[in-house]
């Protein structure tokens, strides 16, 4: 069984104001747990555990997905409070609406539920460390809400295996799926 999901991979490179502001943020909240640049994504549904045949019936679903490449625009800086993240946010554009609408079909038709609540893209920065501590993890002012961080172009969404560690999950690539357009 595998902790399945598919995402749009970040660049980090191609957005260096979010790096910078990450950076100076990272420095002064040694208390979060910070998601590693290499692994920052935009997901665009969970799966959860998935066996073997699933998997396999999902990966060929997943090709059929057709849509274009598109642009992926990062905005302002947000927070979860409950779950204890710190987040970037995406701007839902037409476009992307469609492939993450285009994807969940396709999981469904694999014998995946739909998620009951609203899609808000965004790239999961970092989380609380542990369970403890409700409440505000970071302070107003430190965040950026309303920043433009910049946009890149995505060419592919990816199937992703999302593995648990000590230091937090890692994200292995399953699968790649080619946006043509």
């Given at each position: 069984?595998?902790?399945?999901?598919?995402?749009?991979?970040?660049?980090?490179?191609?957005?260096?104001?979010?790096?910078?502001?990450?950076?100076?943020?990272?420095?002064?909240?040694?208390?979060?747990?910070?998601?590693?640049?290499?692994?920052?994504?935009?997901?665009?549904?969970?799966?959860?555990?998935?066996d073997e045949?699933?998997?396999?019936?999902?990966?060929?679903?997943?090709?059929?997905?057709?849509?274009?490449?598109?642009?992926?625009?990062?905005?302002?800086?947000?927070?979860?409070?409950?779950?204890?993240?710190?987040?970037?946010?995406?701007?839902?554009?037409?476009?992307?609406?469609?492939?993450?609408?285009?994807?969940?079909?396709?999981?469904?038709?694999?014998?995946?539920?739909?998620?009951?609540?609203?899609?808000?893209?965004?790239?999961?920065?970092?989380?609380?460390?542990?369970?403890?501590?409700?409440?505000?993890?970071?302070?107003?002012?430190?965040?950026e809400p309303?920043?433009?961080?910049?946009?890149?172009?995505?060419?592919?969404?990816?199937?992703?295996?999302?593995?648990?560690?000590?230091?937090?999950?890692?994200?292995?690539?399953?699968?790649?799926?080619?946006?043509?357009?």
């Amino acid at each position: 069984m595998k902790r399945l999901f598919t995402g749009i991979s970040v660049d980090a490179m191609q957005l260096p104001p979010l790096v910078e502001s990450v950076a100076a943020l990272r420095a002064g909240h040694p208390h979060l747990r910070w998601s590693e640049r290499a692994g920052w994504h935009v997901t665009l549904q969970f799966y959860g555990m998935v066996d073997e045949v699933r998997e396999r019936q999902l990966r060929e679903q997943l090709r059929t997905v057709n849509a274009g490449a598109l642009e992926i625009a990062v905005r302002g800086m947000g927070t979860f409070e409950r779950a204890g993240v710190l987040w970037a946010g995406v701007s839902l554009r037409e476009d992307l609406e469609e492939l993450q609408r285009r994807v969940v079909e396709v999981g469904e038709v694999c014998g995946f539920a739909r998620e009951e609540t609203p899609y808000r893209p965004h790239v999961t920065l970092a989380r609380r460390k542990g369970r403890g501590g409700r409440g505000e993890f970071l302070r107003r002012g430190e965040i950026e809400p309303e920043r433009d961080f910049g946009s890149f172009w995505a060419s592919q969404f990816v199937l992703f295996e999302s593995v648990a560690g000590p230091g937090g999950s890692r994200y292995e690539v399953i699968d790649r799926y080619l946006l043509r357009g």
